[in-house]
């Protein structure tokens, strides 16, 4: 099955400077990534996602990257404000309807003010 | 559109006993998922359905089951209680567009502890 794994687990960085999350996954058959964003004690919300013919995608301040040739994506957020910080999920899935989200560990995202 | 809801959201219960959990997914919204939240394992993917019938099983053991109505709304049932099915269940519905990848939106959970 679906393997993704997601580093670092704990990123901190200066409040206004930019955060990377990087993620790899092992079926070469997963189509649709997402990412998610968990604050504490709430429900994991989509923030972007991205689907495998395309190769990058921006919503603001927020960008996802796809290399499907080395089967890793990664998730860009510039200007990090306060309430940036959470827990960071990426998934992978075959999509067409009946595929469950393969999720990675997660990162713990810190803004320092 | 309402969300996502899950009943109940706190649940305790010892070992041994069996547990129903409730999903109502969004108005529309044919499929539910559900996925396992622990510190140590993450998100994990239980089981899918749409329109009535599990299209897809994640790897728990049989002791978790689940099934759906013909509104969608979707239970998930834990026999035999362990520890170790302390976790925050979550459900997530979407509505799958034919043949492609599909957003799924997730409810706040039910925390279930086992004691």
């Known amino acids: 099955g679906e393997n993704v794994e997601q580093h670092p687990s704990t990123l901190s960085v200066q409040e206004g400077d930019s955060a990377v999350i990087k993620c790899t996954y092992s079926?070469?058959?997963?189509?649709?990534f997402p990412w998610y964003k968990q604050e504490l004690g709430k429900r994991p919300q989509l923030i972007i996602d991205i689907r495998s013919n395309v190769g990058e995608k921006k919503d603001q301040r927020i960008a996802v990257t796809l290399n499907k040739t080395a089967k890793h994506f990664s998730l860009h957020i510039t200007e990090t404000q306060p309430e940036d910080s959470a827990v960071y999920f990426c998934?992978?899935?075959?999509?067409?309807?009946?595929?469950?989200?393969?999720f990675g560990k997660g990162t713990h995202l810190i803004i320092q003010p | 559109k309402a969300g996502v809801t899950q009943t109940p959201r706190y649940l305790i219960k010892t070992r041994g006993q069996q547990v129903t959990l409730s999903c109502s997914p969004i108005s529309g919204h044919r499929s539910v998922s559900w996925y396992q939240q622990t510190p140590g394992q993450g998100l994990q993917f239980l089981f899918e359905?749409?329109?009535?019938?599990?299209?897809n099983k994640g790897n728990f053991p049989g002791r978790f089951s689940g099934r759906q109505f013909s509104n969608s709304r979707s239970e998930m049932n834990v026999s035999t209680l362990e520890l170790g099915d302390s976790a925050l269940y979550l459900c997530?519905?979407?509505?799958?567009?034919?043949?492609?990848?599909?957003?799924?939106?997730f409810g706040p959970g039910t925390r279930l502890t086992v004691l």
């Open positions: 998934a992978a899935s075959r999509g067409g309807g009946a595929d469950g989200l393969t």
């Open positions: 079926d070469s058959a997963s189509n649709y």
């Open positions: 997530a519905s979407s509505s799958p567009p034919a043949g492609g990848p599909y957003e799924q939106f």
């Open positions: 359905y749409f329109s009535e019938t599990q299209r």
